[in-house]
């Protein structure tokens, strides 16, 4: 038994992307207003590889899109159907809702084609995900997972700064977004794993409230039944890599309201009385506010650090500006 596996380490990709950066400001009576903004594009593509022969095509790397390790993304055809391919993943299907349609072996699963495909990576139990079959072979193994999502680093990165000054008042904001881009959330989010501490997204579980597979809250749950361990954890667990699907990796695009700042200049009469040049009293605010679709309190910047790890720092600050 052998594989015929690569013999050198080289490549060549081409890269193509756009950067531009567009400012204006001007002045309508005592009202000076300015904004700029600057935006960045980037995708490259594997034009040439000497890489291991894949076990099904849709797991060639040639033609892909890398970043950086071995996470690799593409706009690939498969099925007439154009997606855009990033990790290779497990695609979810529905989660498991009949016992007398678990299959108990891959054999089992060609003999009664109404069941669920095999799951190879653990016992498959009621509320655990079945993922779809993509090979055909009725049973779910390592082959079944397909590059259909981005990867962290976005595609854009794009930020927008704007300011105002009006007769001693004056108000700056900066945003930030990151686009194109899809992220990992840890299983541990939804149930106490891994010495780590389930958060308020258990209650988005499959059984969370009840086990019946015909409650609502289980037909719509966003998260697998929370279970641990290598032989039952078919949809979530570290050891086998079965994590590895759409169920944890996630649209991570995010805008956020980086900096603010509110100031006002006291008139300069009023303050020569006190020999004073200046005197600015102003608010500033960092991290104030961010927009995604991940859960509350998990920061889109780092996601797999859940939010019970450090928290990202929301810092508001007063002060006085005072010169002689």
């Given at each position: ?16 992307g ?18 700029e ?40 055809e ?55 079959d ?29 300011g ?11 945003f ?20 780590q ?14 086990d019946?597979?015909t ?110």
């Amino acid at each position: 038994m052998g594989v015929n596996v690569a013999q050198d380490s080289y490549g060549k990709v081409e890269s193509h992307g756009l950067e531009f950066m567009l400012g204006h400001q001007n002045n309508i009576g005592d009202f000076r207003y300015s904004f700029e903004t600057n935006f960045t594009f980037n995708r490259n593509k594997i034009t040439e590889m000497d890489e291991t022969e894949p076990n099904v095509e849709w797991q060639r790397k040639t033609g892909r899109r890398i970043y950086g390790d071995e996470e690799v993304a593409s706009i690939y055809e498969w099925e007439n159907r154009t997606v855009i391919g990033g990790w290779n993943i497990f695609q979810f299907d529905q989660w498991a809702s009949d016992e007398s349609l678990i299959a108990t072996s891959q054999q089992d699963a060609i003999d009664h084609p109404e069941k669920y495909p095999y799951n190879t990576y653990g016992t498959q139990l009621l509320g655990t995900a079945v993922f779809k079959d993509l090979d055909g072979d009725r049973q779910i193994t390592s082959n079944d997972m397909y590059p259909s999502t981005y990867n962290s680093i976005p595609e854009i990165v794009w930020s927008f700064n704007l300011g105002f000054e009006y007769k001693g008042f004056d108000a700056r904001a900066v945003f930030t977004a990151y686009l194109n881009r899809s992220v990992f959330l840890s299983p541990a989010i939804s149930f106490s794993g891994w010495s780590q501490m389930g958060t308020h997204e258990v209650t988005k579980a499959w059984g969370y409230y009840t086990d019946d597979p015909t409650d609502e809250r289980n037909i719509n749950a966003t998260y697998p039944r929370p279970v641990y361990g290598g032989f039952n954890a078919i949809d979530s667990d570290y050891a086998t890599g079965s994590y590895k699907n759409n169920i944890w990796v996630v649209n991570g695009n995010y805008l956020a309201l980086r900096n603010i700042e509110i100031g006002y200049n006291l008139p300069k009469k009023l303050i020569a009385k006190a020999n004073m040049t200046k005197c600015r009293i102003y608010f500033s605010g960092y991290n104030l506010c961010t927009w995604s679709k991940l859960p509350d309190g998990v920061d889109p910047e780092k996601p797999m650090s859940y939010c019970w790890w450090y928290p990202k720092t929301r810092t508001y600050s007063f002060g006085l500006n005072i010169g002689f």
